[in-house]
């Protein structure tokens, strides 16, 4: 399997090639140069198997040669075996025709954890393969940087730095970050705003002189392997409710739209999907594309679902060179007229197509908060706000005898504020996160400043060389 960039102008890769570039050379992004498809008996044969087998199967593909299978399915293996739930991402059912898919059953109890804990492995295997080392430096407000520190600690061959903004994150996700101890975790709380944190790090990546001294790397939402390890979730709920045999339709609450992009993938290797219903907050830029060709950004507004609080959805990309039928210079650019004037010009036949393949639905706080209520009283069933979007957008678009499943992307113990407002309920935490706020923190507080973030990374770097050395 090769890889070709959206926008025509980089050479084509495997798989390994592009988990460690993440961005192709062009600005671009990674997309396989040609789909594989399973027919209804590869399908049916994958019925019935443990999860971390079943991602194997369908992500073996798109690994191609660059990884031997036995290898990736221990690495399967071994990614969802810290997971909360035997059955890893487990369906339940909440009303006569719809679904919730628990995608939180992971270390940080939230759907990221799905790839992030197979990315952090296949880095290390690849690294050790190559060997080589690299330091993974990014900024989060709050869920991204725990998923990537819990599948980054402890692994041999990669650094993590992730910097948060002071005082700016609730506890619950500065702790979920800060308690990793591990030798090869540094947290940097940054004296600014979230937006201080994405500067800093697109300044560290700037200095390329420090960017190859420490081989500097990101795990972001636009990693290829991010999305195909999101594949396998897809096909295990559809086979369980009757596909190959019937079709399935899929809710998905969005935010840089890798996680329904995967679901569309899931489609194009022939799973028998009716309807992908895209969930939003009041941000919804994409549900407004679906219904006026309005392709615009306006500035974000802060939602009871944070994770899907986004102006841009840089997953975009990837539909948008499927929809132009694999035109690089013309994806190109339509993203540099993005950038420049903030608003796409999509061409009509496109948008049309785009249309015939997803449904939008948007759901601001309150109608967000009624759904959560609605949820609790008429099946007993806690459902967080993004999840809660989801749930909504599938039972607006259910149909009899085609199964709806919406994905439920963060535990409920997340956002108790909310639970509480729309239930009367704080969920508790799981028993194995039932500590936390008892687990001793480690972090430095940094100025906004290169020259100290720097010193920051260095010293990480050397720790682990000071204590490998000791060994
Ligand atoms: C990241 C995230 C989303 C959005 O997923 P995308 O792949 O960015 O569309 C939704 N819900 C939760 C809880 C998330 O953490």
């Not at 990014?138 to 869920?143: C, F, I, V």
């Not at 990537?148 to 903004?165: D, M, Q, S, T």
């Not at 990793?180 to 800093?200: K, R, Y």
């Not at 997340?414 to 935490?429: C, I, S, V």
Request: neutral net charge; contains cysteine; aromatic residues 8%.
């Amino acid at each position: 399997m090769r890889y070709i960039s959206t926008r025509g102008g980089a050479a084509p890769r495997d798989f390994t090639e592009v988990l460690l570039a993440g961005l192709a050379e062009d600005g671009g992004l990674f997309v396989p140069e040609s789909w594989p498809h399973f027919v209804a008996a590869d399908w049916r044969a994958l019925r019935g198997l443990p999860y971390a087998e079943l991602a194997a199967r369908v992500m073996r593909p798109f690994v191609g040669d660059s990884i031997p299978f036995a290898t990736l399915q221990a690495l399967c293996r071994d990614a969802y075996a810290g997971f909360g739930h035997a059955a890893v991402a487990p369906l339940v059912q909440v009303d006569s025709n719809l679904w919730a898919q628990e995608l939180f059953h992971g270390p940080t109890l939230a759907f990221k954890d799905m790839a992030m804990q197979l990315l952090g492995r296949l880095f290390d295997h690849v690294l050790t393969e190559q060997g080589k080392r690299v330091t993974i430096v990014g900024a989060t407000s709050g869920d991204t940087g725990s998923a990537a520190i819990e599948a980054c600690a402890g692994r041999e061959r990669v650094n993590i730095v992730i910097l948060h903004p002071h005082n700016r994150t609730s506890e619950v996700q500065r702790r979920q970050m800060t308690t990793v101890l591990a030798p090869n975790v540094s947290n940097v709380a940054l004296e600014g705003t979230f937006d201080d944190c994405q500067d800093m790090v697109k300044a560290l990546f700037a200095d390329a002189p420090f960017r190859t001294e420490m081989q500097l790397s990101a795990v972001n939402s636009i990693n290829w392997a991010r999305v195909a390890a999101q594949i396998p979730y897809y096909v295990a709920s559809a086979l369980a409710l009757g596909a190959p045999d019937r079709e399935v339709s899929f809710a998905v609450p969005t935010g840089n739209f890798g996680n329904v992009l995967a679901a569309w993938a899931a489609r194009r290797m022939g799973l028998p999907i009716k309807t992908l219903v895209i969930g939003s907050n009041r941000n919804n830029i994409l549900s407004r594309f679906l219904s006026t060709n309005d392709m615009s950004m306006v500035p974000v507004e802060p939602s009871l679902s944070p994770s899907m609080d986004i102006q841009v959805s840089s997953n975009f990309e990837r539909l948008l060179f499927e929809l132009l039928e694999h035109d690089g210079a013309a994806t190109a650019a339509l993203m540099a007229r993005f950038r420049a004037e903030g608003r796409m010009p999509v061409p009509d036949v496109a948008w049309t197509r785009a249309t015939s393949l997803f449904r939008g639905f948007t759901l601001d706080d309150p109608g967000t908060l009624t759904e959560i209520a609605r949820l609790h009283r008429e099946s007993g069933y806690l459902a967080d706000p993004h999840s809660s979007i989801g749930l909504a957008a599938g039972r607006h678009f259910s149909e009899p005898g085609v199964p709806m499943v919406a994905m439920a992307t963060a535990h409920p113990a997340k956002f108790p504020d909310a639970m509480e407002q729309a239930t009367g309920q704080r969920p508790p935490l799981p028993p194995r996160l039932a500590d936390l706020y008892d687990r001793p923190e480690s972090f430095s507080i940094c100025p906004p400043d290169i020259a100290a973030v720097q010193a920051k990374v260095r010293a990480l770097a050397f720790r682990n060389i000071a204590q490998r050395n000791a060994r």
